[in-house]
């Protein structure tokens, strides 16, 4: 079994910075790709940023220039830093792994999520 573990999330005010974390441990080969994902009260879940193993990270047109995100592949650890955080930011921040497990075989797996919250 695979696990993610979301951390960093937090009550912040408008232009405000916070850095989430997500550590992935269990029957892990290796990472292939990690994920952002927010999801707002009432709104669909949505795709944030993603960072493969090797290769260009991606944005969601909203976080651009704001948000960077980064893959620690020796702890199996994916970061969001978020700068200049937006009361639209406010949401269930997920974390999500593509990974091939011990046995070889491609899996994904989700966080519980942890909670942001940008508010004067």
């Known amino acids: 079994q695979v696990q993610l573990v979301e951390s960093g999330g937090g009550l912040v005010q408008p232009g405000g910075s916070l850095r989430l974390s997500c550590v992935a441990s269990?029957?892990?080969?290796?990472?292939?790709?990690m994920g952002w994902y927010r999801q707002a009260p009432g709104k669909q879940r949505e795709l944030v940023a993603t960072v493969p193993r090797t290769g260009a990270t991606t944005y969601t047109d909203s976080v651009k220039g704001r948000f960077t995100i980064s893959l620690d592949n020796a702890k199996n650890t994916a970061y969001l830093q978020m700068n200049s955080l937006k009361p639209e930011d406010t949401a269930v921040y997920y974390c999500?792994?593509?990974?091939?497990?011990?046995?070889?075989?491609?899996?994904?797996?989700w966080g519980q999520g942890t909670q942001v919250t940008v508010s004067s």
């Open positions: 269990g029957s892990i080969f290796s990472i292939n790709r």
């Open positions: 999500n792994a593509d990974f091939l497990s011990t046995r070889l075989q491609l899996g994904s797996a």
